[in-house]
């Protein structure tokens, strides 16, 4: 009310000549939330009322985590040919499969092989190319910085504690695929179970290490565990005296954001673990994981008021990834819709160097193209550093931040003083994305250490060893 009457005074005010041409109503996308019952249209669900489909719990229920289950929940909508496809993916994909309703009903299954979400979540065979000759299983390295299973301690202050194995949805770029969501044909997973005893042995290492100050909660993730056990989590972090700030990494909000909305206890069990660090002058906060603006609802924006609301700070990370986000349009759209949610862009991270995803990897010049595109479009804290997280365990680095990039051959080189002084580390771009000369030299083995003596030759570091042979 208050509001209206101080605008009614400018009424009379006479505007200033604009110095900028009329916005097209097509740049102000980002603010419109999509409000119909989107999931109707979907044979498994046509007979789902609202209230159902809010439900956190049917969402749990009925999630996708198999093609038997993806054939009775689209009916005619998928074609025999395309269902054949999946199942050829399966085959090779080291990630199993999981859908929550939500993400299977925002999925456009007339253009399943172009729709972002079908690519992020469900593999088809058809168009997987072959993995780059330099690829690893476990390629951060984090089992090797680990002390004790599922907690990595690579950075100084700071350490990833990962207190399960499971995720509400599976992401087949996931680069812990050495671990999450249950073996597949071709890899048998190293377990995360969600235990007590594991966790105590993960939280005594950290209440043994002084330095550390800062815990990223991830997973897995926390969606899965009940209220009682993210309680639990917190306020033993909170317990010790030198951590000063938690973030939970959750992918929940992309792919089920109702249990923001419905499971009260879940909720409640996060404002009172953010309170009570907020008492004690330490922030927990959340770190979500969307990827584009078409997994962003009018659900998700309810949701994320409920956080805000709540003072729950929350952050973003993106993976850059081909044919989902991998254009400043769609980038710049993600960017300003997150932050109309008063939800903070962070990263965006270089996709992983994952096994049976090449498809889906981008160039690193790809990355600092979108970034240069994208900076500039909004505020400045709601603008995402552009990440590469180094192979062989190097940690996160600005991607513009290379010694050396040959964009023929798509090898960069980088170093990561902070964290290994004495260390060189290589990233490489998909072979398909390269020049034909670089492809040319891809397919003759004899070339490819040649190709990375000279990188590392161009950098000028010559004789430093390489954190993966
Ligand atoms: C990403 C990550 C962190 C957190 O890094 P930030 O750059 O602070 O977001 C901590 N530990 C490990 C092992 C990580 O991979
Ligand atoms: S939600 Fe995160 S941990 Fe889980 S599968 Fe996706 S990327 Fe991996």
Not at 172 to 182: D, E, K, L, Q, V
Not at 332 to 339: K, Q
Request: one cysteine or more.
């Amino acid at each position: 009310m208050q509001d209206h009457h101080l605008l009614a005074e400018l009424m009379d005010v006479e505007v200033p000549a604009a110095l900028k041409p009329v916005v097209d109503p097509k740049e102000y996308a980002h603010r419109k939330f999509r409000d119909d019952e989107f999931w109707r249209h979907i044979p498994g669900y046509a007979d789902v009322d609202r209230a159902t489909f809010l439900d956190w719990k049917f969402q749990n229920k009925q999630s996708v985590t198999s093609v038997d289950k993806l054939v009775t929940t689209l009916g005619s909508l998928a074609s025999p040919a395309f269902i054949d496809d999946v199942r050829a993916g399966i085959a090779r994909a080291p990630m199993n499969v999981r859908l929550s309703p939500y993400t299977v009903a925002l999925i456009d299954w007339a253009n399943p092989y172009q729709d972002p979400l079908r690519l992020q979540f469900l593999p088809v065979g058809s168009t997987q190319l072959p993995d780059h000759p330099r690829l690893t299983l476990d390629s951060l390295h984090e089992q090797a910085d680990a002390p004790t299973p599922g907690l990595t301690h690579r950075y100084y202050d700071k350490a990833l504690f990962l207190p399960l194995d499971v995720c509400p949805v599976y992401c087949r770029f996931c680069t812990r695929s050495y671990a999450i969501g249950g073996d597949t044909d071709t890899v048998h997973k190293a377990r995360l179970k969600p235990e007590t005893k594991r966790w105590h042995t993960d939280i005594a290492y950290i209440a043994s290490r002084p330095e550390i100050e800062d815990i990223v909660v991830s997973g897995g993730d926390l969606y899965m565990l009940p209220a009682q056990h993210v309680s639990t989590i917190g306020h033993l972090l909170l317990a010790i005296p030198h951590i000063r700030r938690i973030r939970i990494a959750t992918k929940g909000p992309a792919v089920s954001p109702m249990k923001i909305l419905t499971d009260d206890a879940w909720v409640a069990a996060l404002f009172e673990i953010a309170n009570a660090g907020r008492a004690m002058g330490k922030e927990v906060c959340l770190h979500t994981h969307f990827n584009t603006p078409q997994e962003i609802t009018e659900i998700t924006r309810q949701a994320m008021e409920v956080l805000f609301k709540g003072g729950v700070t929350v952050r973003n990370q993106t993976v850059l990834i081909r044919g989902v986000n991998d254009s400043v349009a769609t980038m710049t759209e993600l960017v300003r819709r997150l932050s109309y949610m008063n939800v903070r862009p962070y990263y965006v991270y270089q996709h992983d160097m994952v096994s049976a995803v090449e498809e889906l990897r981008t160039t690193v010049q790809t990355n600092a193209t979108i970034e240069r595109g994208v900076r500039g479009s909004t505020a400045g804290f709601n603008t995402p550093l552009a990440i590469v997280d180094l192979p062989g365990g190097g940690g996160k680095r600005d991607v513009h931040s290379f010694e050396h990039y040959n964009r023929t051959t798509g090898i960069s080189v980088y170093r990561s003083p902070a964290v290994h002084a004495d260390l060189v580390y290589l990233y490489f771009d998909p072979i398909d994305l390269l020049p034909p000369e670089g492809q040319e030299r891809w397919s003759r083995p004899a070339e490819h250490q040649k190709m990375v003596d000279e990188a590392i030759a161009a950098a000028g570091l010559t004789g430093m060893p390489l954190a993966v042979a």
